[in-house]
């Protein structure tokens, strides 16, 4: 396993979910292993991803508990939301994650090496002019917010800025029809600012079953987004009091702020891959093979780096294969058909395995099960929220190969309801399957009738 001839077996550069993972295991495993980040532990997901969404959008939800509880005869007159207390207290959580991440990597055996990667040369890394050898480089270094250019688009911020805004803003502009672009549609709307979200498509979530879109827009419209579809900014330019934003056919707009999550791309600027004969996916992602083996022989990826769900829970499972691979007794690479997600929207998205569209694509002849109805909390909230369920099933062996929601905790009631499908569970298995009752994760198992 070591060989003699280099500084470390293995040199990871990224220190974000799947190169940590990966670093980790491989250190345990008994290989040399060091770790090259040059800007914060955890990577995206624990600095400007995950985590500190997920903190925002709890904030985000009180506002509304607050009016909820009046119809269960709570008096919450006054309440006020204090932005530099929400922004500053997630400051706090994070550092602490940025050190729980340096002592896994410590306590594992890793070697920690803070400044910026290049390639050097075969199997040679350049970090701020420290030379380093490893028998096998592994690329982790993940995606960057994109933003078209456009007039004055050095004016609108990326999902890496919005979370530390210095003063919240009154009135914001999201530009953007994916997960991001919803998430903080409904995170800032729900601590009170005046939101508008353009999407260039007909309808967004590109890629999520049609039936959950549209469902989620209507709901989402209820909760005082103003979503424009078929809409894109011509130029952002400054004013006097704010950005005034062009959008051609639907006039202008005067924001605080504007928030383009408008994609993400691989973030390998400055690795010096040109050097390299790495090979790309038509999509623009590195492209590797079942053991995350690039083109060049001593040269791996993994993560949102080689496409596919770009989820922590997947770079994690990469990084755990990738270890066992070349360190250990071999491993599968993840099986990515049935994977579960979340969307943080509000209301929530919850969904693993197939849209309708591609199951009738993939099996043909497939039954639909939907059931629609307002949440038993609202009855007494007097708030007009509905939630939506949906199963899609292949006719031919009756297995389910598709789950949806629209609604509140549908991440949670998802994620247990994908083992079943891993599984490989069928309509009948639901079927009988007793309920929780009253909840409203039961209606997953008490759809009877198909509606298609």
């Known amino acids: 396993m070591k060989n003699s001839c280099f500084d470390y077996d293995l040199l990871v550069i990224g220190a974000g979910s799947g190169g940590v993972r990966a670093a980790r295991t491989a250190a345990s495993l008994g290989a040399r292993v060091a770790v090259v ?89 350049d970090v701020d002019g420290q030379q380093v050898s490893a028998e096998k480089v592994l690329l982790a270094t993940g995606t960057w917010p994109f933003i078209p250019p456009f007039t004055g688009h050095e004016h609108a911020l990326s999902s890496n800025e919005i979370f530390d805004l210095d003063d919240f803003p009154d009135r914001l502009l999201v530009i953007g029809g994916g997960y991001i672009a919803t998430e903080f549609a409904g995170i800032f709307n729900g601590l009170g600012s005046r939101v508008t979200q353009l999407y260039r498509g007909d309808l967004f979530m590109r890629g999520f079953d049609s039936d959950i879109r549209a469902f989620l827009a209507a709901e989402m419209l209820k909760t005082g987004v103003d979503l424009r579809f078929n809409a894109n900014p011509q130029s952002i330019e400054p004013s006097s009091d704010g950005l005034l934003v062009t959008l051609g056919n639907q006039g202008n707009l005067k924001v605080d702020a504007v928030l383009a999550a408008t994609g993400r791309r691989p973030n390998i600027e400055g690795l010096n891959l040109e050097i390299t004969d790495i090979q790309y996916t038509k999509n623009g992602f590195i492209a590797v093979d079942k053991c995350f083996q690039t083109a060049e022989p001593w040269l791996y990826a993994l993560g949102d780096l080689i496409g596919g769900p770009q989820l ?49 694509k993939m099996f ?25 369920m949906k199963l899609i099933v292949d006719a031919s062996t009756n297995r389910v190969v598709g789950l949806h929601m629209v609604g509140p905790d549908a991440g949670e009631i998802v994620q247990g309801m994908a083992v079943a499908i891993q599984m490989g569970a069928t309509k009948a298995d639901f079927d009988r399957t007793i309920g929780i009752h009253p909840t409203a994760a039961e209606e997953f198992v008490t759809m009877r009738e198909p509606v298609g």
Not at 42 to 66: D, Q, R
Not at 328 to 338: F, I, K, T, V, W
Not at 367 to 383: A, C, D, N, Q
Request: one cysteine or more.
């Open 364 to 388: 043909g002849d497939v039954s639909i099960f939907k059931s629609e109805f307002k949440p038993m909390k609202h009855t007494l909230s007097g708030k007009d929220e509905r939630s939506l």
């Open 37 to 125: 980040e040059d800007r914060y532990m955890g990577g995206t997901c624990v600095n400007v991803g995950c985590v500190p969404k997920k903190l925002y959008v709890y904030a985000s939800e009180y506002g509304k508990g607050f009016t909820d509880a009046a119809g269960f005869g709570w008096s919450t007159e006054n309440v006020q939301f204090d932005w530099p207390t929400l922004r500053d207290n997630k400051k706090t959580e994070i550092s602490r994650l940025n050190r729980i991440y340096e002592r896994l990597l410590d306590n594992a055996g890793a070697t920690i090496i803070h400044g910026r990667a290049r390639l050097h040369d075969s199997n040679v890394v």
């Open 312 to 360: 922590t829970p997947v770079a994690l499972a990469q990084g755990t294969a990738f270890a066992h691979q070349h360190y250990g007794q071999g491993s599968q690479a993840p099986d990515l058909e049935y994977v579960p997600t979340a969307v943080f929207s509000q209301p929530n998205v919850g969904t693993v395995g197939h849209t309708e569209e591609t199951a009738r």
